[in-house]
């Protein structure tokens, strides 16, 4: 969609739309709060299409929701967990350029609105495919589930939102979608209205926010400043005959008041469901017969059997017979819990269950027992644990682990630093082969766990290697500082001695010492014009290769400094073309350069060859003998390239 500028005056109409998703998000709170302790989540999808870029008095769209986004965040913390949604915002024309930029989470104002100013429109509208996405995020068919979709456009995916919409109230257990259109002009927003509708939502424009202005303030009041429960709205009449459900974390324990999830079915009938939902307590109108019921509860569950009357409420009450599994993870004995460790649960046949990330995190499970593995970096350690029905069981695994912050300076006298260095811990002991087993790798100077014991610890920079054994306790920071005893060999290839510099040099460093069968260990080669090889200090030898022209060096780099070094290459250019009489154009020229001198044999060495006109040939400077061939003609002549210059020739054909 492209942006359409927009009449003055419209701002405030506008702006009242777009701040009543914060209506509706504060709204689901402050209803929330006096049914369930949870706060409810709500998945915010922003529209950052092309026609975003759209303005009103001047200011773009885009700006004027974030700025509205930011103004209100301080009223919502604490009310529901929120989540942004952008589309379009990465690429042009792509349907699946949609991104979940911040989970559904407690509010984090600041982290919030750095999400949101990054945003700049730029490509289509997927609004059904972001819909979507976000149900599946919030587990609709599991929870209940909000969606506030604020647009300025309709779909552009040809996708149609209200099947979706039908789809999405059908499966969910308690999912709405809101959607605040604005600047929509003249469209057809029916498809954006059967969106909301179709799932108990509202739809808002830009046509009716005049009208909202006094009800957006009231509600932001109230949900700014703690109010007495509102008074609930008159319940419908109860059927004749139904069930009011609850669970019991363990037999005369307390209700549990959230995470449920019920599903009743037909006893004896294995199908569809006939009642799906997360209500905590929840009262479900039932045709008189019997029914099976299955509760779960994080990794809890049970399931029982009952048989609805006549008429009136069935009270049943199911026991989950579980209790919550705290676990931590310490370096040592008395040692503060760590952060940043995995923990994965598994039941007694060893079937991974969950696995959470942090510092000390929680399962609810049924009563049993259960294996528990913690993984730190590199290190795991696993340890059993019995979760008992109604109780909390608090596990603290102690990993024995310390920790190695490595760094490193280029020579004995110099500050220790990290200079874009990598570092690898490897096991202290070698194998028969005299190598070491790696066990993790990090760039630059960073804290890094193992498990107690000793440990080689290699610093590389550039080419240059060095590494120290140390020994690490549990608890212990060991921060190891490595000489490298290197610097930077500085190498550039000149046309002549101390004339112009040449580009696009081949250069190849190798350690000066030859081996036995007279060659040579490489250590790094590479393109460039003034490469700079980080290197241990030593003697090297470089070779330096210019397209047809050679030359060396023996260069010596000292432990902390810099050597800057020139390669004299002697080296010119040929340039060589084909010409007709009066100019024309030859036929698929072919030139071929050999050296002018011939062999004992009269034949002379072949240096290379190539098609098309013109053609350059960087060579050492000396005499060629140049060969142009165009069907069954010949030109040859003798050349001469001199160091630092370019030699033209022209290979001329007569009729």
């Given at each position: 969609?492209?942006?359409?500028?927009?009449?003055?005056?419209?701002?405030?109409?506008?702006l009242?739309?777009?701040?009543?998703?914060c209506?509706?998000?504060?709204?689901?709170?402050?209803?929330?709060s006096?049914?369930?302790?949870?706060?409810?989540?709500?998945?915010?999808?922003?529209?950052?299409?092309?026609?975003?870029?759209?303005?009103?008095?001047?200011?773009?769209?885009?700006?004027?929701?974030?700025?509205?986004?930011?103004?209100?965040?301080?009223?919502?913390?604490?009310?529901?967990?929120?989540?942004?949604?952008?589309?379009?915002?990465?690429?042009?024309g792509?349907?699946?350029?949609?991104?979940?930029?911040?989970?559904?989470?407690?509010?984090?104002?600041g982290?919030?609105?750095?999400?949101?100013r990054?945003?700049?429109?730029?490509?289509?509208?997927?609004?059904?495919?972001?819909?979507r996405?976000?149900?599946?995020?919030?587990?609709?068919?599991?929870?209940?589930?909000t969606?506030?979709?604020?647009?300025?456009?309709?779909e552009t995916?040809?996708?149609?939102?209200?099947?979706?919409?039908?789809?999405?109230e059908?499966?969910?257990?308690?999912?709405?979608v809101?959607?605040?259109?604005?600047?929509?002009?003249?469209?057809?927003?029916?498809?954006l209205?059967?969106l909301?509708?179709?799932?108990g939502?509202?739809?808002?424009?830009?046509?009716?926010?005049?009208?909202?202005?006094?009800?957006?303030?009231?509600?932001?009041?109230?949900?700014?400043?703690?109010?007495?429960?509102?008074?609930?709205?008159?319940?419908?009449?109860?059927?004749?005959?139904?069930?009011?459900?609850?669970?019991?974390?363990?037999e005369?324990?307390?209700?549990?008041?959230?995470?449920?999830?019920?599903t009743?079915?037909?006893?004896?009938?294995?199908?569809?469901?006939?009642?799906?939902?997360?209500?905590?307590?929840?009262?479900?109108?039932?045709?008189?017969?019997k029914?099976?019921?299955?509760?779960?509860?994080r990794?809890?569950?049970?399931?029982?059997?009952?048989?609805?009357?006549?008429?009136?409420?069935?009270?049943k009450?199911?026991?989950?017979?579980?209790?919550?599994?705290?676990?931590?993870?310490?370096?040592?004995e008395?040692?503060?819990?760590?952060?940043?460790?995995?923990?994965?649960?598994?039941?007694g046949?060893?079937?991974?269950?969950?696995?959470?990330?942090?510092?000390?995190?929680?399962f609810?499970a049924?009563?049993?027992?259960?294996?528990?593995?913690?993984?730190?970096?590199?290190?795991?350690?696993?340890?059993?644990?019995?979760?008992?029905?109604?109780?909390?069981?608090?596990?603290?695994?102690?990993?024995?682990?310390?920790f190695?912050?490595p760094?490193?300076?280029?020579?004995?006298?110099?500050?220790?630093?990290?200079?874009?260095?990598?570092?690898?811990?490897?096991?202290?002991?070698?194998?028969?082969?005299?190598?070491?087993?790696?066990?993790?790798?990090?760039?630059g100077?960073?804290?890094?766990?193992?498990?107690?014991?000793?440990?080689?610890?290699?610093?590389k920079?550039?080419?240059?290697?060095?590494?120290?054994?140390?020994?690490?306790?549990?608890?212990?920071l060991?921060?190891p500082?490595?000489?490298?005893?290197?610097?930077?060999?500085?190498?550039?290839g000149?046309?002549?001695?101390?004339?112009?510099?040449?580009?696009?040099?081949?250069?190849?460093?190798?350690?000066n010492r030859?081996?036995?069968?007279?060659?040579?260990?490489?250590?790094?080669?590479?393109?460039?014009?003034?490469p700079?090889?980080?290197?241990?200090?030593?003697k090297?030898?470089?070779?330096?290769?210019?397209?047809?022209?050679?030359?060396?060096?023996e260069?010596?780099?000292?432990?902390?400094?810099?050597t800057?070094?020139?390669?004299?290459?002697?080296?010119?250019?040929?340039?060589?073309?084909?010409?007709?009489?009066?100019?024309?154009?030859?036929?698929?020229?072919?030139?071929?350069?050999?050296?002018?001198?011939?062999?004992?044999?009269g034949?002379r060495?072949?240096i290379t060859?190539?098609?098309?006109?013109?053609?350059?040939?960087r060579?050492?400077?000396?005499?060629?003998?140049?060969?142009?061939?165009?069907?069954?003609?010949?030109?040859?002549?003798?050349?001469e390239?001199?160091?630092?210059?370019?030699?033209?020739?022209?290979?001329e054909?007569?009729?």
């Amino acid at each position: 969609m492209k942006g359409i500028p927009m009449r003055k005056g419209r701002i405030s109409t506008l702006l009242g739309v777009l701040v009543t998703f914060c209506t509706l998000a504060a709204g689901l709170s402050w209803q929330g709060s006096a049914r369930a302790e949870e706060a409810e989540n709500v998945m915010l999808i922003f529209d950052a299409s092309g026609s975003m870029w759209g303005q009103i008095d001047g200011k773009p769209k885009y700006e004027i929701a974030r700025d509205v986004v930011g103004g209100v965040l301080s009223d919502m913390s604490g009310k529901v967990n929120l989540g942004l949604m952008v589309y379009g915002h990465r690429t042009k024309g792509n349907c699946k350029d949609i991104e979940t930029v911040i989970p559904v989470s407690p509010i984090d104002a600041g982290r919030y609105m750095t999400a949101i100013r990054k945003i700049r429109p730029k490509g289509k509208t997927p609004i059904t495919a972001a819909v979507r996405k976000a149900a599946e995020g919030m587990r609709y068919r599991e929870e209940k589930s909000t969606v506030i979709l604020v647009s300025d456009g309709l779909e552009t995916c040809k996708v149609d939102p209200c099947a979706l919409a039908k789809e999405l109230e059908r499966d969910g257990v308690d999912f709405t979608v809101h959607v605040v259109g604005f600047d929509l002009k003249k469209q057809d927003t029916s498809s954006l209205r059967c969106l909301a509708e179709a799932t108990g939502g509202k739809f808002l424009s830009a046509e009716n926010a005049g009208e909202l202005g006094q009800a957006v303030g009231q509600v932001v009041a109230a949900v700014k400043e703690p109010q007495p429960a509102p008074v609930p709205e008159p319940q419908p009449v109860a059927e004749p005959a139904g069930v009011k459900l609850s669970a019991l974390l363990s037999e005369g324990g307390e209700l549990v008041k959230s995470g449920l999830l019920w599903t009743i079915t037909k006893a004896g009938e294995a199908g569809k469901p006939v009642k799906k939902t997360a209500k905590s307590q929840p009262e479900l109108a039932l045709e008189p017969g019997k029914y099976h019921v299955l509760v779960t509860h994080r990794l809890a569950r049970a399931e029982t059997g009952f048989e609805v009357p006549e008429s009136g409420l069935l009270e049943k009450q199911v026991v989950l017979n579980a209790g919550l599994l705290k676990v931590s993870a310490i370096a040592e004995e008395g040692g503060e819990t760590l952060t940043g460790v995995l923990f994965y649960l598994y039941d007694g046949a060893g079937k991974k269950l969950k696995s959470r990330g942090g510092g000390e995190t929680g399962f609810v499970a049924g009563a049993g027992t259960y294996k528990i593995e913690v993984v730190f970096g590199k290190i795991k350690a696993t340890a059993s644990a019995d979760i008992a029905a109604g109780e909390t069981t608090d596990i603290v695994v102690t990993l024995g682990s310390g920790f190695i912050k490595p760094s490193m300076k280029l020579s004995a006298g110099a500050d220790a630093g990290d200079r874009d260095v990598i570092y690898t811990i490897y096991e202290a002991k070698q194998n028969l082969q005299g190598k070491r087993k790696r066990l993790l790798s990090r760039r630059g100077s960073a804290r890094m766990a193992v498990s107690s014991g000793k440990y080689y610890v290699e610093a590389k920079y550039g080419s240059a290697v060095a590494g120290v054994e140390v020994e690490v306790r549990a608890g212990q920071l060991v921060e190891p500082v490595i000489t490298l005893g290197a610097g930077i060999l500085s190498v550039r290839g000149l046309a002549t001695e101390g004339g112009e510099q040449l580009s696009k040099i081949y250069f190849t460093v190798f350690e000066n010492r030859k081996s036995l069968d007279g060659t040579r260990k490489k250590v790094i080669s590479g393109q460039g014009s003034t490469p700079k090889y980080k290197l241990s200090a030593g003697k090297y030898y470089v070779t330096a290769v210019y397209g047809f022209a050679r030359a060396s060096g023996e260069f010596e780099v000292k432990s902390g400094e810099l050597t800057q070094a020139a390669i004299n290459l002697n080296a010119g250019v040929l340039e060589a073309k084909a010409a007709g009489p009066d100019g024309k154009e030859v036929y698929r020229p072919y030139f071929t350069v050999y050296e002018a001198k011939k062999n004992l044999e009269g034949k002379r060495k072949r240096i290379t060859g190539t098609g098309g006109s013109p053609r350059s040939f960087r060579l050492t400077a000396g005499k060629y003998f140049l060969v142009v061939t165009s069907r069954k003609k010949t030109v040859e002549q003798d050349v001469e390239v001199k160091a630092g210059e370019r030699t033209e020739v022209t290979a001329e054909f007569s009729e």
